[in-house]
């Protein structure tokens, strides 16, 4: 799985952090993704936080193979 995070759409509230801190990290003002590529033992994680995100900023891309 990949993750994208638009910066423009980012509220900065520092959910995605709180739940996957591997992950995501809050900037000032938005957060920030400290890697794109997302191991197979955090994808859930990451899928929920994509989904609890309040400005739905969070795309994942789930690998087809
Ligand atoms: S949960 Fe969404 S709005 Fe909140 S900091 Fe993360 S990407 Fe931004």
């Not at 995070?5 to 995605?16: E, H, I, S």
């Not at 590529?37 to 899928?47: F, N, S």
Request: a negative charge; hydrophobic letters at 30%.
């Amino acid at each position: 799985m990949t993750v994208e995070l638009d910066a423009d759409l980012c509220a900065g509230c520092g959910l995605c952090e709180e739940n996957v801190s591997e992950i995501f990290k809050t900037g000032e003002y938005t957060a920030e993704l400290k890697k794109t590529e997302v191991e197979e033992k955090l994808a859930q994680r990451v899928r929920e936080t994509a989904e609890d995100c309040p400005t739905a900023a969070i795309t994942i891309y789930e690998k087809s193979s």
